[in-house]
């Protein structure tokens, strides 16, 4: 086989699509059921994926017109908290991938440190971490604070962070548990270590409770991308999400990435590149085009003004709807980088907010994928051969039946072809991958084991 | 069958006895292999054990002489973070109780409580929090703190902590999920509330972005035995777990309580008190102390220094280990409660530091229950009909052994004497206890289901 591309599971319980939860075939029970989520990540082991990836928000949305109305009322606005979510899938899968979201913004690194490494063991090695910095007032207020730190400051607390997180994992050297009954040595202190971090935004002293874990490090993913972003991402993170509209777009990120990544003294390699992508599939063209038609007809517009305010962290019920949309490239707190590309098409096209809040909210920027489960294929290969990602994270754009198309007509089609592997040749994330475990800062340069394999 | 005491496992992966690790039949692996957690829990379950409760410390051990040696080296010092660990537990389970402890010291009311609500919707209804106020330096320090909150003023927080807590459980009426398809509707936005907490400690608005739970709210437990313990358990707790070295102890603290819970308003009733207990079984009386004797010779006194002046919060290693125990009891600024009995025990007995470290870090004060699988059966039935106690949280000195000898031979004893369920009579931790789900605080008073059933 030749070169096998990456695919994750970007899995949300109600469907990506902001009319999929209303479209006939959709779940309607209980979104925190774990049966549901239980069936839907074997399907994904069986398929052979390499993660299934669970974004998350701290709040609901309340930014437009400051209540939460269109949030709970218009789309779901529940999230399973995801670190509980994956451990239970853990237990409930054997092979795949699990990445979960965590906030740097409202989280203490040392529960962060340890609850991945917790999971990394009891996974076998499975686990990844999405590192996020948040966006919105919403959940600064849900953390007894008034509003969201700016996007500079939040970054360079996300940078203290990862730091400290990584000084935690590295805390106990592999080899430090003996267990040793007869003569009475639990571990060897010499290879337990404080992470005494002094910095700005932390002090830590540790050891993490918490022996080293079966992949060194859990995984670290990263998302977003602004040049803030991508300078973190540059140097920490080893698997990158990205919303890119576009092949062109997506190439031109992709390239400016790895080039960074370089720059830093690492492997094009070491870091992996995964748009989100929604496919959305048919018998034909035509019945695939009136699928994507008729969920786009499920949506209220309010859904993508909330959603919108929201990642913006900014009130857009400020604006008249039918109104050009406003020049307000400047006044966004939340998110930055994927809302570059919104600015400009709103400009040109001339729309008005309504429109753009409609048009928004059907792909929130990511690549829309529409047709038969063999022109998707080819499409994704394109993007793939020509560089512009190692992969995708697959969006399904409602559940379960829009997530049986990918399983059972595009993932098949795509290991006929030999661009997606039919098997698992490894047993944990970074194996899937291909991602090397790192060092521990505290071991002998010279260790046998990193030499002789 | 005549009213049945409540069984819990207290789960600790090396054992309870501080020399258990070493015991032959201990188990020697990863202490954080899933497959060790799964089979122990399947077991609990298999034997109709109410719940599985997992302890906390947020650090490892480093007062005693100011460093980690003792603790990492004398004895497990690792623990699992328990919400990811029940987590995964829930997924390998169907009926059994999940405990895990957090501390409202060193986590934001947020995170636990919408780590506990997704636990209890993908549980179905099985999960309780252990709020603990945590007890060291050691563990402020790993959370950008000089030290840990005096007595007081951490228990103060955690009344507001748990209050906060509280509000975002409810902040979901019962019935607000509509998934209205047709309509549109996803969730009736009046039903949904802000929990618009401010007070000295959090200012938290909501609402949580997780629907009501199964069990309206998870299950509260409190461990302590303190006076301030004693007054925020009385209002909030609905299971308490203690220290109680002896039957004429518990049922002292068990009558003190009771007629607190009361003093709210509360039913007897609604508080269920469960002592830890360590029983050591043997075919005959002998065999048992045999067993015991041997356990104890397996434990080094730097364990029992290192733990206690973690859990005091004082430095021990400041005092001669022959000269008699010193008189600090005004000066420890951990764990208060449980060691008024061991200060007593001291002095009546003229002990010196190195022999009270030793005797302490065998039960850490709780009651151990020593003898053949029909004697352990009389004590626990006495102190249960005399009403010391509502049930047992039962703790291995070794594992697998000491945990198999509970269940295959203990239980069963109290099975046969009626004393214990043979089956589960219900699907939640709430069923299991006899607790009832509390009111949601935005419902109506006079809510038919409340009211009919």
């Given at each position: 086989m030749s070169k096998s591309m990456h695919l994750g599971l970007f899995l949300a319980a109600n469907g990506h699509h902001a009319g999929g939860?209303?479209?006939?075939?959709?779940?309607?029970?209980?979104?925190?059921?774990?049966?549901?989520?239980?069936?839907?990540?074997?399907?994904?082991?069986?398929?052979?994926l390499d993660m299934i990836f669970i974004a998350d928000k701290l709040a609901i949305d309340d930014n437009y017109g400051g209540n939460f109305d269109s949030s709970v009322t218009?789309?779901?606005?529940?999230?399973?908290?995801?670190?509980?979510?994956?451990?239970?899938?853990?237990?409930?899968?054997?092979?795949?991938?699990?990445?979960?979201?965590?906030?740097?913004?409202?989280?203490?690194?040392?529960?962060?440190?340890?609850?991945?490494?917790?999971?990394?063991?009891?996974?076998?090695?499975?686990?990844?971490?999405?590192?996020?910095?948040?966006?919105?007032?919403a959940e600064a207020r849900n953390f007894s604070?008034?509003?969201?730190?700016?996007?500079?400051?939040?970054?360079?607390?996300?940078?203290?962070?990862?730091?400290?997180?990584?000084?935690?994992?590295?805390?106990?050297?592999e080899d430090a548990l003996l267990i040793d009954k007869s003569r009475g040595v639990f571990a060897d202190k010499d290879k337990?270590?404080?992470?005494?971090?002094?910095?700005?935004?932390?002090?830590?002293?540790?050891?993490?409770?918490?022996?080293?874990?079966?992949?060194?490090?859990?995984?670290?993913?990263?998302?977003?991308?602004s040049e803030t972003f991508r300078a973190l991402a540059a140097q920490y993170a080893e698997l990158i999400f990205t919303a890119q509209p576009n092949i062109e777009s997506a190439k031109t990120f992709y390239?400016?990435?790895?080039?960074?990544?370089?720059?830093?003294?690492?492997?094009?390699?070491a870091v992996k590149i995964l748009p989100g992508t929604m496919l959305i599939v048919g018998d034909t063209e035509q019945e695939a085009k009136d699928k994507e038609q008729y969920l786009h007809s499920l949506i209220h517009t309010q859904t993508g003004l909330a959603f919108m305010s929201g990642s913006m962290n900014y009130d857009l019920s400020k604006h008249a709807l039918d109104e050009p949309f406003p020049d307000i490239e400047q006044e966004i707190r939340?998110?930055?980088?994927?809302?570059?590309?919104?600015?400009?098409?709103?400009?040109?096209?001339?729309?008005?907010?309504?429109?753009?809040?409609?048009?928004?909210?059907?792909?929130?920027?990511?690549?829309?994928?529409?047709?038969?489960?063999?022109?998707?294929?080819?499409?994704?290969e394109t993007w793939f051969k020509e560089e512009s990602c190692d992969g995708f994270n697959l969006m399904a754009p409602y559940m379960s039946g829009g997530l049986d198309d990918i399983f059972e007509r595009?993932?098949?089609?795509?290991?006929?072809?030999?661009?997606?592997?039919?098997?698992?040749t490894s047993d944990t994330l970074r194996g899937h991958f291909g991602l090397q475990s790192p060092n521990n800062r505290y071991s002998q340069a010279a260790k046998p084991s990193t030499i002789l394999i």
């Open positions: 939860w209303r479209h006939p075939d959709a779940a309607q029970g209980n979104p925190l059921d774990f049966d549901y989520y239980r069936e839907i990540a074997q399907k994904a082991e069986a398929a052979k218009y789309r779901p606005a529940l999230s399973a908290e995801p670190l509980t979510l994956i451990s239970a899938l853990s237990a409930a899968t054997q092979k795949i991938g699990l990445a979960a979201t965590a906030s740097t913004t409202y989280h203490e690194p040392y529960h962060i440190a340890r609850m991945f490494a917790t999971l990394d063991h009891l996974s076998k090695g499975r686990v990844a971490w999405n590192v996020v910095t948040s966006t919105s007032d604070k008034k509003e969201h730190l700016d996007h500079a400051t939040r970054y360079e607390r996300a940078q203290e962070f990862v730091e400290v997180v990584q000084k935690l994992w590295d805390s106990w050297e337990v270590h404080y992470a005494n971090h002094q910095g700005k935004w932390f002090d830590v002293k540790g050891p993490l409770n918490i022996p080293r874990s079966p992949q060194g490090h859990p995984v670290l993913i990263q998302a977003g991308s390239q400016d990435l790895k080039s960074r990544v370089e720059s830093y003294g690492r492997s094009r390699d939340g998110s930055r980088g994927r809302f570059q590309f919104v600015f400009r098409k709103a400009k040109e096209e001339g729309l008005t907010l309504a429109q753009v809040a409609r048009w928004y909210i059907q792909s929130r920027s990511h690549n829309v994928v529409v047709g038969t489960p063999s022109s998707i294929a080819d499409r994704l595009v993932i098949p089609e795509l290991q006929n072809r030999g661009v997606f592997r039919e098997a698992y």
